[in-house]
């Protein structure tokens, strides 16, 4: 059986250390990659999605056979218009484990066809999230240390009080 093509998606607002590490593991395990950087209705955006999408780009262009794309709608309408097999998904800890079972079992029902596979976020950038990033960086601190240094320079813009 061959590798199946894989894709990770996120709203990677802002893309972080984190997420890199994840797409750069999951990279190694299949055929492809298409990282999706999507739009999440529950969450008011501090960077467009044309901004994110080239942050994304940005931060993982060393990644082989990597493809990095916007999509809206339904993950799993997307990942089977990007012939993607499996849905990979990171976990930080027991909060994003109960979200992530809740997600993969709603997607199962959508898309039988579709396996979502698990990575444990690593010890050194697990602690990491967008939101935590955001966070630091509107109330002046420095953030550097948690995303690529592109993103670092566009948080300096987006919030010029902050310390990067």
């Not at 999605?49 to 990095?68: D, K, N, S």
């Not at 079972?101 to 979502?116: K, W």
């Not at 566009?154 to 902050?162: D, E, H, Q």
Request: charge should be positive.
């Amino acid at each position: 059986m061959s590798q199946p093509r894989a894709l990770f998606a996120g709203s990677f607002d802002p893309i972080t250390l984190g997420h890199v590490d994840l797409i750069e593991r999951a990279a190694r395990l299949f055929w492809g990659l298409v990282v999706a950087v999507g739009t999440n209705v529950r969450k008011a955006p501090v960077f467009d999605l044309a901004t994110r999408v080239a942050m994304a780009r940005e931060a993982t262009a060393h990644v082989r056979g990597l493809e990095v794309a916007p999509f809206d709608g339904l993950l799993v309408d997307f990942a089977r218009a990007k012939s993607c097999a499996v849905l990979v998904r990171g976990i930080r800890g027991v909060d994003d484990y109960a979200f992530e079972t809740t997600s993969a079992h709603a997607n199962r029902a959508l898309a039988p066809e579709l396996e979502t596979v698990w990575l444990v976020a690593s010890q050194a950038t697990g602690f990491i999230s967008s939101t935590m990033v955001r966070e630091v960086a509107v109330n002046g601190g420095d953030a550097s240390s948690f995303v690529p240094p592109s993103v670092a320079a566009r948080l300096a813009v987006k919030f010029p009080r902050a310390t990067l």
